[in-house]
């Protein structure tokens, strides 16, 4: 079975990417991996191979045209993301608290090595 029939469609990936980097010293959304993809690109990629619902939050005046976000990405947008992560999650959660999903993975836009095989694990274990 492909990654893509697999999907879970019980299951929303929730990616968190309203950061400032401030640690990182640029905006780490952007920076480009080995592969040629950047970081914020290649965590969208794996969330989308394993989840049919994918959203993403973003400050509020961010350029998701700038930033590439694929079109099957939902936009989540966090007005009080400066105040840190936990607003930001909580901008995710109220954006799909009608959706018919049966549960919310958190993924955080920095992490993309998380394999297929662990967000496929997560995804069995919500369901």
């Given at each position: 079975?492909?990654?893509?029939d697999s999907q879970n469609p019980k299951v929303f990936a929730l990616v968190l990417a309203a950061g400032r980097s401030r640690?990182?010293?640029?905006?780490?959304r952007q920076a480009a991996l080995p592969c040629g993809r950047t970081l914020l690109t290649a965590s969208l990629e794996n969330a989308g191979r394993e989840?049919?619902?994918?959203g993403l939050v973003l400050r509020a005046d961010d350029d998701a045209e700038a930033l590439g976000i694929p079109a099957h990405v939902t936009i989540i947008r966090s007005e009080h993301a400066d105040l840190g992560m936990g607003h930001s999650l909580a901008s995710g959660i109220a954006a799909v608290m009608d959706s018919a999903d049966e549960a919310v993975a958190i993924l955080l836009a920095d992490m993309p090595w998380i394999t297929p095989q662990t967000l496929r694990e997560l995804a069995s274990l919500a369901t």
């Open positions: 079975m492909s990654s893509i640690r990182f010293g640029g905006d780490k989840f049919s619902n994918v």
